[in-house]
């Protein structure tokens, strides 16, 4: 169902960004093309080497390259998705997305898309139940965006509780059962 669909999966700062690398695989062994965005801070927690060479592709992380000036096309990025994943997605970064902030990247790439997207939060508990956190998820929601809801666990701080990310094999089947439905989402198609 994922073969030959163009995925760009969005990568934030969190510990959870290791496991974009195995979603990247699943994703790949489904028969995705798969083209990595990092947020700048998402490159402190996981290599562009490991994401590019998993997903056979080369991985974005910034608007250009200072010494050549080459830059990377966020409209054309945009258009080429069948869908975006962003996982893990910060609180920073679904903030962003909740008002339109568009200072990276991703946010660029998100805000030119027409196509379905879906995030994975990852955060320790307080930040995810902070009413804030909230009140961007249900924003991000009326625009027809698909929440991953994080699951119950050991958090990195320590902590226990809600805010880990869904792991990637989740991830994955919870893609294609929203394809399998093709659930009507606010007016953008999911096939
Ligand atoms: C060790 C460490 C772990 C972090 N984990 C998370 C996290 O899981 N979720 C989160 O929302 N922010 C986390 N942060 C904070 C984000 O990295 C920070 O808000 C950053 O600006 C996010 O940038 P981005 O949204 O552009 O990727 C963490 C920071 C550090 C130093």
Redesign the pocket.
Known sequence: MLKNKNIILGV?????AYKSAFLVRLLVKAGANVKVIL????AHFITPLTLATLSKNPVYTQYFEEETGVWSNHVELGLWADFIIIA?I????LAKLATGICD?LLTAVYLSAKCPVYVAP???LD?WKHESTQNNINQISTYGNIVISPGSGEL?SGLHGEGRMAEPEEIVAFLLDSIKQSLPLNGKKVW
């Open positions: 934030c700062g969190s510990i959870a947020t700048p801070d998402g893990p910060s609180a920073n970064t990276n990852a955060m320790d930040m990195a």
